[in-house]
């Protein structure tokens, strides 16, 4: 995982720069407009969306390292595509991008609780000298930070930015291509292998989730613009964070695998049900 590890905290970094660069204070303070709306999109991504992970684990009986993976991935917050997917679905993009924000950035909390409780639960180790706070630490470098920069910049060149933002967001998904890319390099002998290990897992999770999301934000939310946006929030995660954080913790390649089979499902799943929701309005 040698290439992996040296690329994914760089490349992780730069993309969640790109997100700070697109985010503003009332980014945040819209939350206080419509708290119910981003309540429910919170909670399903936070609390309900590693549950269901949890369960699709269980239940398909998979391996330690396959199981762990799926968690990593449910444990991620959503990145910059749900928030591009959202719009192409005409669903709420203020919304999503409030979403994507906290959740990003208290991820350096949330992630390693996630991750460290699901590990005992399924009888994956993990080594003693890795703590809660040193992955919080470490994620706050790569995450937190960048985000809290690019915002900084953003500040102070505004007008620049806004001008560039559709360009930002292309090479932040190039980023992702790059990791993605850089993991079936390193694997290829195994690859197909760890894929067919993970792809019914990882799929079933991906529909289920989007499918329960839709429906809960259907019972709570506002509007049909915030169900889809709910939807696909819970439906497309941080891939390359989720790789930073496997390989952060495991050494083992099959922690990485479900994130990989992820992204690709993710994309396909997505667009399967942007065309649904369209038909049926």
């Known amino acids: 995982m040698e290439i992996v590890t040296k690329i994914a905290?760089?490349?992780?970094?730069?993309?969640?720069?790109?997100?700070?660069?697109?985010?503003?204070?009332?980014?945040?303070?819209?939350?206080?407009?419509?708290?119910?709306?981003?309540?429910?999109?919170?909670?399903?991504?936070?609390?309900?969306?590693?549950?269901?992970?949890?369960?699709?684990?269980?239940?398909?009986?998979?391996?330690?390292?396959?199981?762990?993976?799926?968690?990593?991935?449910?444990?991620?917050p959503g990145g910059v595509t749900s928030n591009v997917l959202t719009k192409f679905a005409n669903g709420d993009v203020a919304l999503s991008i409030s979403l994507t924000a906290v959740t990003s950035l208290i991820s350096i909390v949330t992630v390693p609780f996630v991750?460290?409780?699901?590990?005992?639960?399924?009888?994956?180790?993990?080594?003693?000298?890795?703590?809660?706070?040193?992955?919080?630490?470490?994620?706050?470098?790569?995450?937190?930070?960048?985000?809290?920069i690019g915002m900084i910049i953003r500040r102070f060149a505004e007008n620049f930015i806004l001008s560039k933002i559709n360009i930002i967001n292309k090479l932040t998904g190039w980023l992702f291509v790059i990791v993605f890319i850089?993991?079936?390099?390193?694997?290829?002998?195994?690859?197909?292998?760890?894929?067919?290990?993970?792809?019914?897992?990882?799929?079933?999770?991906n529909v289920v989730m989007m499918t329960l999301a839709y429906f809960i934000a259907k019972k709570?939310?506002?509007?049909?613009?915030?169900?889809?946006c709910i939807a696909l929030e819970c439906g497309l995660q941080n891939g390359t964070l989720a790789i930073f954080v496997a390989t952060l913790i495991f050494d083992d390649i099959a922690y990485l695998i479900p994130t990989g089979a992820y992204a690709l499902l993710m994309y396909?799943?997505?667009?399967?049900?942007?065309?649904?929701?369209?038909?049926?309005?």
Do not use: C, H
């Not at 992970?53 to 968690?71: F, K, Q």
């Not at 399924?122 to 994620?139: R, V």
């Not at 850089?182 to 999770?205: H, M, R």
């Open 9 to 76: 905290p760089i490349i992780l970094a730069l993309i969640m720069l790109g997100l700070g660069l697109g985010l503003s204070i009332k980014d945040f303070t819209r939350i206080l407009k419509n708290p119910k709306d981003f309540f429910i999109g919170f909670f399903s991504q936070l609390v309900i969306l590693p549950i269901i992970a949890l369960g699709v684990a269980l239940i398909l009986n998979l391996s330690t390292p396959i199981a762990v993976g799926l968690m990593i991935i449910a444990a991620a």
């Open 115 to 148: 991750i460290i409780a699901s590990a005992n639960i399924l009888g994956s180790t993990i080594s003693k000298e890795i703590s809660m706070t040193g992955i919080a630490i470490k994620m706050a470098l790569v995450v937190s930070v960048p985000v809290i």
């Open 182 to 205: 850089a993991i079936w390099i390193e694997e290829k002998d195994n690859i197909f292998s760890y894929l067919a290990q993970a792809g019914l897992a990882v799929l079933v999770l």
């Open 220 to 228: 709570y939310v506002t509007g049909v613009a915030q169900q889809k």
């Open 268 to 281: 396909i799943t997505g667009f399967i049900f942007i065309y649904i929701l369209r038909k049926s309005n």
